[in-house]
């Protein structure tokens, strides 16, 4: 191929028949208010482990919902579980629970 | 005095001899058991621990928890009362029939029956002073039981004159057990009175022996109550087990090894075992889990997370998961058993592999110089209400103290909510990054604000050397040495004691000087070591946003009964959980020292 100096960014398409929908289930069963988040970003703006790393909790929330788990997963495990998101989540979703079983659900050890 | 049957046997002792054979046997079992799952040093610990000096702590410690129950007493006099007057009056009957068997009928020395039947088996042949002594303190010890007994049926209905607003509910066991324990004294004392106008008694027994004799002549009626009195022992026995009473004979095995300086390592066998068993199930962690307020989450308390342990049930991670882990529960057990280290375990226990991924830690540079200047660590909870580390550099600023803040660009977390979560070894990797920053600083002095970061750098951090202080103490100390001046108007305070700086760090003290130096501290109506949680504690992981609110509500109550002007706090997170739902201002005790500082 010509190299022209510039490429095409590779398709940014989300495909929701990626989603693995009995993990999903899962999340939702042990912490239901998974499905409250708006993705307001609080949790990202107050995270500790956000100032050093790529920690996202409401992009990993995002991912997952997209089925793209690794993606999710590179964002959630420099976690420190501090429990900033927490305290600062306007939905009062238990974001220590939601990410401790997202790690044991999706992250294979 | 002599024995009225020529062989000192009638069958109707057999249901309270197989009981008692049984349970010897299950005890001396366990024990063995409990021992064996010790591990070496455990072990050493505890052969050490029969050197005289630990050895008479012991031997007080039995008498005063298992005897005289001066825990109980302490909470409750009438509750401590029924303790007392069952378990001493008890002990009082068997070691008083035990002498009465070495004087007066020395051939039936070991015989396991003979001391609990005693009465059935001799006739008085003459009365002796020294008999009379004896019948009188056998009558005594019953009466004093039987007292308890009373009590302890009272209480079955109507707990809260006893202190006590819920009870625990019983099992199957436990129920056999209960009804056979209340029937027990009873029937003796019925047995003991038939007879006593052959085998001789005191005060009580001769008493009901004529009151008898008015309406019953027929003396074919003594064997059938000695028979019931021997079946209710055998099936208290039997039911031991596997009831909640366990505790009696479990505890003294509880202290020998609490006295060697044993912690339970896991958390069902072991040292933990002896605690698991020696759980009474009084009910006492249930009135003071700040989760139980409005009859919620009842089942989540200790005692019933101690119990499901004891089955081996696998549910019981779930109640672990939710507790708060305030320590409230174990400050109030009369036992002394540590549930939250038992549920800290069990968490570790069940997170089987570490998820995490740190090594963006290893970027952090360690450029922080604290040589000349006291060292200040906000940690993440006081990076949300940053007002209280402002307020305090004013202090600071005031008393002419250099300081460096050590995470002024975000903090690594101390690792104690992993910790608590059950990740020890994730927890490590942030310890040791955070200890390496401190090092490096060179520091002396290390300041906190949080009271869950300062627990857990004193016990965790190993920072050998440097000292350790809350910012609460820190002021107090600014304070008394004169750096500092305030001054004191007419507000009223409450203060409020954060779990892990009040029972965690044992705190309680300097907060309240330092507060009394501006205004009056009003009390609430549970504090220091009563305290409630804020509902915001890290140590759970699966209490929802509603729970949180009730618990911190509940705790507002108490703080709030005698209609203080502010609220303070000593804990980033406590202000953050109180300043939603207060009525009146919250502010941390820096705040409140700033505001007022001349």
Redesign the interface.
């Known amino acids: 191929m010509i190299d022209f100096g510039y490429s095409l960014t590779s398709s940014s398409r989300i495909s929701l028949d990626n989603i693995n929908q009995k993990k999903l289930k899962k999340i939702t069963a042990v912490e239901p208010d998974f499905l409250k988040c708006m993705a307001c970003g609080s949790c990202a703006a107050s995270c500790s482990a956000g100032n050093f790393t790529k920690v996202n909790l409401r992009m990993v929330i995002l991912l997952l919902n997209r089925g793209m788990e690794k993606e999710a997963i590179a964002l959630i495990e420099g976690c420190m579980l501090c429990g900033k998101c927490t305290l600062v989540c306007p939905r009062g979703i238990n974001t220590r629970n939601l990410i401790i079983n997202i790690l044991k659900i999706y992250k294979e050890v | 005095m002599k024995e009225r049957l020529i062989f000192g046997y009638d069958p109707f002792v057999l249901p309270f001899t197989f009981g008692m054979v049984f349970i010897i046997l299950y005890l001396l079992t366990g024990t063995v058991r409990i021992i064996l799952a010790l591990d070496n040093d455990e072990r050493k610990l505890l052969l050490k621990s029969f050197m005289p000096a630990t050895l008479f702590k012991t031997f007080k410690d039995i008498i005063a928890d298992c005897l005289i129950h001066v825990q109980i007493f302490k909470k409750n006099i009438l509750l401590g009362y029924m303790h007392f007057s069952i378990a001493f009056g008890w002990f009082m009957l068997i070691l008083v029939g035990h002498i009465e068997v070495m004087i007066y009928t020395p051939q039936r020395n070991g015989v396991l029956y003979y001391p609990v039947f005693f009465r059935y088996f001799v006739m008085e042949t003459h009365e002796t002073l020294r008999g009379s002594f004896f019948f009188f303190l056998m009558d005594l010890s019953l009466l004093l039981v039987l007292t308890g007994i009373g009590l302890a049926i009272y209480k079955r209905f109507h707990s809260r004159i006893l202190g006590m607003r819920r009870t625990t509910k019983l099992r199957l066991g436990d129920k056999i057990a209960l009804y056979s324990l209340w029937a027990i004294f009873p029937l003796r004392l019925l047995a003991e009175s038939f007879t006593a106008n052959i085998s001789g008694g005191s005060f009580l027994t001769i008493s009901i022996n004529h009151l008898l004799n008015a309406f019953v002549t027929n003396p074919d009626h003594i064997l059938p109550v000695w028979w019931g009195y021997s079946w209710a022992l055998g099936l208290f026995l039997f039911a031991l087990p596997f009831s909640r009473y366990m505790h009696i004979p479990t505890e003294i095995l509880l202290i020998v090894l609490r006295n060697a300086g044993i912690k339970s390592s896991v958390s069902r066998d072991g040292y933990a075992e002896s605690e698991i068993y020696s759980c009474s199930r009084c009910g006492i962690c249930i009135d003071a889990c700040p989760m139980t307020s409005k009859k919620r989450n009842i089942k989540f308390s200790s005692v019933y997370f101690i119990r499901l342990l004891r089955r081996r049930s696998t549910e019981s991670l779930a109640t672990a998961d939710k507790c708060l882990m305030c320590n409230k529960c174990v400050d109030a057990c009369p036992v002394g058993i540590d549930s939250t280290r038992l549920k800290l375990l069990k968490r570790q226990e069940m997170h089987v592999?570490?998820?995490?991924?740190?090594e963006?830690?290893q970027?952090?540079e360690n450029k922080i110089d604290a040589t000349d200047s006291v060292l200040y660590y906000a940690g993440?909870?006081t990076?949300?209400t940053p007002a209280i580390y402002k307020s305090l550099f004013k202090i600071l600023k005031s008393a002419n103290i250099k300081y460096t803040f050590l995470d002024i660009?975000?903090?690594?977390?101390c690792?104690r909510?992993?910790f608590m979560?059950g990740?020890k070894e994730s927890a490590k990797e942030?310890i040791n990054k955070n200890r390496e920053l401190i090092r490096s600083s060179g520091c002396k002095t290390l300041i906190l604000s949080c009271p869950i970061c300062y627990k857990f750098f004193k016990e965790e951090y190993k920072l050998d050397g440097i000292d350790i202080v809350h910012h609460s103490v820190y002021i107090n100390n600014l304070l008394t040495s004169g750096n500092i001046k305030l001054h004191k108007g007419i507000g009223s305070f409450v203060f409020h004691d954060p779990c892990e700086l009040g029972r965690g760090s044992g705190i309680y003290n300097e907060p309240r000087e330092l507060l009394s130096a501006i205004g009056i501290v009003k009390e609430a109506s549970q504090e220091k070591n009563l305290s409630i949680c804020c509902g915001?504690s890290?140590g759970s992981?699966?209490?929802?946003?509603?729970e949180r609110e009730q618990i911190a509500k509940s705790s507002l109550n108490s703080l709030l009964t005698n209609n203080p002007d502010k609220l303070i706090t000593a804990c980033p997170?406590c202000l953050?959980?109180f300043s939603t739902y207060n009525t009146i201002p919250t502010r941390d005790i820096a705040q409140i020292v700033s505001e007022n500082l001349i």
Do not use: E, N, W
């Open positions: 592999r570490s998820r995490t991924d740190y963006y830690l970027s952090i993440c909870m990076h949300l660009d975000g903090s690594i977390c690792g909510p992993l979560s990740d942030l915001g890290l992981l699966t209490l929802s946003f509603s997170l953050k959980s």
